[in-house]
């Protein structure tokens, strides 16, 4: 069984949708991540959290420590927002355990 | 913004040759990463890197792979012997002293053929 678990896998949406990512995890964590990766291969860092919401422009994250569940949204989807999205927890160590990721398309 | 700086974007090796992927971490940083992603598949763990040793390592991480920060700014991974399995993307990434910065690298495509 994966330690981090996502969804939905694939998910495409109608530009200006809103859009929720959910992330499971199994393990005790000091910090879970959310990561944004293009076509051409590159990660980018897009929220850390170990409690509560982040807010930055119109993506939001929260976490759920009890629950060990995160969520990503995204509000007024816009083309440009199709990437692979992808949940990743540091637990222990400072290592990142990866989820398999959801690979979003807003279409115009 | 500061970045991590991976070279070479792409490499293509043939099998049993020794490759060496080269990245610059954030100057600040303290903690070295390497991770890989085989097409098709999530990023996994090979190894941290801090105080100029390995820190942790995963299953993944066998002999005929190695580290090393030669100076004070370059952060390599060494794959002496390379296998038609070893054909991923590499991301190397760093950490600050607060475990606030984790940043990645572009990637590198190492392609074995």
């Known amino acids: 069984k994966n330690e981090v678990e996502q969804s939905p896998q694939n998910l495409t949406a109608q530009e200006g949708e809103f859009i929720t990512i959910n992330c499971s995890y199994s393990v005790g964590i000091s910090a879970l991540h959310w990561l944004q990766q293009h076509p051409g291969g590159g990660i980018v860092s897009l929220f850390m959290l170990s409690s509560g919401k982040k807010k930055h422009g119109r993506l939001i994250a929260t976490i759920n420590i009890q629950e060990k569940h995160s969520s990503l949204h995204i509000t007024a989807s816009h083309p440009r927002d199709s990437a692979v999205y992808i949940c990743?927890?540091?637990?222990?160590?400072?290592?990142?355990?990866f989820g398999t990721g959801t690979r979003l398309q807003v279409f115009p | 913004e500061p970045e991590v700086t991976q070279t070479p974007s792409h490499q293509v090796t043939q099998m049993g040759q020794e490759v060496i992927l080269r990245c610059v971490p954030i100057s600040n940083h303290l903690y070295f990463y390497w991770y890989r992603q085989i097409l098709g598949q999530k990023v996994e763990f090979l190894v941290s890197f801090y105080n100029n040793e390995i820190s942790e390592k995963s299953e993944i991480f066998d002999d005929q792979f190695s580290v090393e920060r030669p100076d004070g700014s370059n952060f390599t991974l060494k794959i002496r012997s390379t296998k038609l399995e070893d054909s991923a993307m590499y991301f190397c990434a760093s950490n600050d002293r607060d475990h606030y910065g984790y940043t990645f690298g572009s990637g590198t495509r190492l392609t074995v053929v």
């Open positions: 990743a927890v540091r637990s222990g160590t400072d290592k990142l355990i």
